[in-house]
């Protein structure tokens, strides 16, 4: 049906979608970046880092880190000079994300929880939209991503990273194991919550291939877009202008 959405391997209403994310994250905010480093190897971290040089944060620009949750991102470009705005759909994320900054002395951040679907920020506001493993579960992402457009400026950049499916032959299906049945027991065993994460997995799977999501990125008005697999596709980097 038309006016329905996935969640997992669900079909939900839009409403439903956005009432259970917001569960699931609610759920696995506290040992959100724990269970990134145990799901990834680690390996997140390099990909972010990576993420972050391809968008060349510069001293004095604006930034809008969507689904910024945690910080990750944000405290990688503020450490270059740019005023980054964090922002999540999700308080609790938001919480601990600021709890962090805190910690590390990052005070110039501002936090804001905002849906991307609708965002409250003025047209051409922003020099660059940053969104790192978030827009898979946004439930209508051709409106975040015509949102993303609208509040950037002329000129301005769009970045996102993303799980996708790998195309190396042979290492695709020894990842799609690990991912369906280890990474639910390491949600069960490091958060108490196998049914988060397993959504989680779920939701790579359903996320369009990096062509299809290529081209959602063209129609809501960017050009010059890229896509950056990483090993082979199981992340990849997405960029596009606003000219």
Not at 194 to 203: D, N
Not at 215 to 222: E, L, T
Request: with cysteine; charged share 30%; hydrophobic share 40%.
């Amino acid at each position: 049906m038309s006016d329905q959405v996935s969640f997992g391997y669900e079909e939900v209403s839009p409403e439903e979608k956005t009432r259970r994310v917001g569960e699931v994250f609610s759920n696995v905010a506290k040992k959100y970046d724990v269970m990134n480093d145990a799901m990834s190897v680690g390996m997140h971290r390099l990909w972010k880092d990576k993420f972050v040089r391809r968008v060349k944060p510069r001293e004095g620009e604006m930034i809008l880190d969507m689904a910024g949750g945690t910080g990750d991102i944000a405290f990688r470009m503020a450490e270059r000079g740019a005023t980054v705005t964090v922002s999540d759909i999700n308080q609790d994320m938001l919480d601990v994300g600021f709890e962090r900054a805190v910690e590390r002395g990052y005070d110039d951040l501002v936090w804001s929880c905002q849906n991307a679907e609708q965002l409250s920020f003025p047209d051409r506001f922003f020099d660059a939209y940053t969104i790192a493993f978030g827009i898979r579960n946004v439930t209508q992402i051709d409106k975040a991503l015509a949102e993303a457009h609208r509040v950037l400026k002329h000129g301005g950049r769009f970045f996102c990273l993303e799980f996708s499916t790998t195309e190396w032959p042979g290492f695709r299906e020894v990842y799609d194991a690990y991912s369906h049945k280890l990474v639910p027991k390491l949600g069960q065993m490091i958060a108490g919550d196998a049914e988060s994460y397993r959504y989680l997995i779920e939701s790579i799977r359903r996320f369009p291939k990096m062509p299809e999501f290529e081209a959602m990125i063209r129609a809501a008005g960017f050009t010059r877009t890229k896509v950056e697999p990483i090993l082979g596709g199981v992340v990849a980097i997405h960029s596009g202008w606003k000219i």
